[in-house]
């Protein structure tokens, strides 16, 4: 465990710091970390303003005045990382959403109020979406192998079972808040008590379970008190949220119970659940002036004995036991420094023990340790079931052996720098922590945990954690603090390999994803750099298909026939034929007609469709090296394909209005530049796609040559799209015996014949001359 970096706030004088203040830190899926301050002075309170930080990018953070009353208590995202909640000490909570989705641009338009009663828990409402890392098989090649959807119901469901949306939060006073968003955008309130007596709150969590209920676990501050565990139910009867508590069985700390430890320990610092989805186990943390004890407990099922004469009354009862739900402990650890902070693992492991012994044998270790800070400003990674210490980090000046054991030491002269919240990423491969003079740090924690793995096995394990966040959606950035220059290459072909081996389905829910992940990767090496421009173009290309496809609409609704896309995309993928016209008239014409000025609002789209395939054919003479931009998309089949879709599109659309049509400096006043660029695209994508036709040049696998002939270079093969330029072939296409092409125009007709034939058939459509592609004058050369 490394530090990263470091974040500091301008130089504040020491006054301006509020000790008395905690200080709330939440960490999304998306990589953007939320995070209050203590900080104070005349002129502004910063303990009510949230900071938010995109994590790639930590020296750009963004303030938001959350407009609070008091200081912030509490901050919590939900599952898509978009929305975030903020509670502060005087009861009012805000929901705050992305402004057009900008992460500097943030907006709340709706919230609830416990007048006067501080916020000490909240959470979201669960919406019954739970994965499980099945470690031991990372080498199965189907995702729906090594990631299961676990059965998990939402706290609350809307009519159809969709899950509704909502917040719930504990105050300090024992009452229970909930918060429900309707599709309608009304917000429905219900506040009621944990219980008929109610008392103080100081400590307080949120847990959910497989049924839809809801564990609240409160503590009073004080060890010698028990910690309190209710059962929480949320419905909506009549247009309103009801909502019914009961109790379930309470513990006591067993520092409390020994004699040698009784009153060492006065007060209950830190209260968690281990998993916000597994409301089995829970972490408890007794702490003193100078040092800590923290214990882990289990609630687990156990039978109840029974007298013998109740047994004889009822022989119901002598032939099964009765069982009962009992809180037992799994651990603890020795006296300790006393804990300032405690985060927990997001990473959905399973905390039986077959599975860590399962993760113990495969030697993979993320997401099994939980972080504890102390106010000797040191970071003890331990296990979350054993608590043994796995790996530590000294944020002193003066460190010490990692093997010295996590014991109480002797407190230095002044007040350390110590973290007073902490965060753990969604893979566990990252910590984050706020310390009491108001600086961020990032810590990277290395998925070995301080073992000595091989480097096939780190590949594997870093392998299987990006495809989790492929699966997910959730931003990997966190696992790429730990991959290497030279485990570049690798990674990428490894995540290609599993990718091309799911469904066809999957592979287009993730296609774009893949993208991503592969230009993220290619960044962390020099040998690898170059092609991040291609797979940034080649996510613009799929979003620019995707926008242009949207637009076509069948002819007759509630068709069961394919989509007008999918259609285009089987046209284009079966005929092979160079001659765009001769694509055109397969495809039914009301499906392209659209708006003139949606068409001309889409011009400079199309514009750099146009421009991107005109700059891939004039690379070809450059083919040979790969430092080239658009190098990877000649040897891209797929991406070829769909630039040979938006190029029948565009053509289709010029019909309909030719002030849309790409711009180019045309050599002749009679070519059809459309068309040619076409044919040559075209023969570019059928070496692509045809392996016989892409072994004719061994030297660049299946690539034609290179445009001209330079000193070196080898000939131009007779398939090579090169040679159109300098000769004109004759017409190739497929005939019927009525000398008809497929689509039932004379396939020897000119393309200004065969363009008017087409317009014929589509309403509105007017010809222009072969030679233009634009009326627009001067044309102007292309981007």
Known sequence: MDLAYVCE?????????????????????????????????????????????????????????????????????????????????????????????????WE???????????IVALSWLHNGVKLALHVEKSGASSFGEKFSRVKFSPSLTLFGGKPMEGWIAVTVSGLVTVSLLKPSGQVL?????????????????????????????TADGS???????????????????????????????????????????PAITHLKFLAR?????????????????????????????????????????GDKQPMILKWRILSATNDLDRVSAVALPKLPISLTNTDLKVASDTQFYPGLGLALAFHDGSVHIVHRLSLQSMAVFYNSAAPRSADEPAIKRPRASGPAVHFKAMQLSWTSLALVGIDNHGKLSMLRISPSMGHTLDVSLALRHLLFLLEYCMVTGYDWWDTLLHVQPAMVQSLVEKLHEEYTRQNAALQQVLSTRILAMKASLCKLSPCTVARVCDYHAKLFLVAVSSTLK???????????????????????????????????????????????????ALQQLLQWVGDFVLYLLASLPNQGSPLRPGHSFLRDGPSLGLLRELMVVIRIWGLLKPGCLPVYTATSDTQDSMSLLFRLLTKLWICCESPALGSQHP???????????????????????????????????????????PGGVPSCQTPATRKAAWCQLVPGARASPVGSTSPRSPPHRPR
């Open 108 to 118: 709340s338009h709706v919230g609830s109020l416990v007048e006067g009663d501080p």
């Open 189 to 217: 309130t219900s506040t009621e008590s944990l219980c008929r007596l109610r008392g103080r709150v100081a400590l307080a969590d949120i847990a959910f379970t497989g049924g839809g209920n809801i564990v609240v676990a």
């Open 277 to 317: 989805d597994m409301s089995e186990q829970v972490l408890l943390c007794a702490s003193s002036q100078t040092s800590s004890i923290v214990e882990c407990w289990s609630l687990r099922k156990e039978g109840l004995p029974v007298n013998n004469v109740f047994q004889q009354i009822s022989p119901v009862v």
């Open 550 to 600: 949207s637009l076509l609409r069948p002819h007759f609704l509630n068709t069961p026939d394919k989509s007008p896309g999918d259609r285009l995309t089987e046209v284009c993928s079966k005929i092979t034929d160079a001659d765009i016209d001769k694509v055109m008239i397969n495809l039914k014409t009301e499906e392209f007609v659209l708006d003139m000025n949606t068409l001309q």
């Open 223 to 265: 060890s010698a008190s028990p910690v309190q565990f209710y059962k929480v139910c949320v419905s909506v009867v009549s247009e309103k949220c009801r909502i019914d508590t009961e109790i379930l069985p309470s513990l006591f700390m067993r520092c409390t119970t020994d004699l040698n430890r009784k009153d060492k320990f």
């Open 9 to 105: 706030w301008e130089r504040w004088p020491k006054s301006t710091h509020c000790p008395s203040v905690p200080l709330a830190c939440a960490w999304s899926c998306r990589n953007l970390i939320a995070f209050t301050t203590d900080l104070r002075n005349d002129d502004q309170d910063l303990t009510r303003v949230i900071h938010i930080l995109d994590t790639e990018h930590p020296w750009d953070v963004h303030s938001v005045s959350s407009e609070h009353s008091e200081a912030i208590t509490c901050l919590e995202w939900d599952q898509s990382g978009s929305r975030l909640l903020s509670a502060d000490a005087d009861g009012q909570i805000k929901c705050w959403s992305m402004a057009d989705h900008l992460a500097n641009s």
């Open 699 to 741: 030297r660049h696998g299946s690539v034609p040559g290179p445009v001209a002939r330079t000193p070196g270079s080898h000939r131009l093969g007779p398939q090579c799209p090169a040679r159109v330029l300098s000769e004109r072939q004759p017409c190739a296409c497929p005939r019927a015996p009525d000398g008809t092409s």
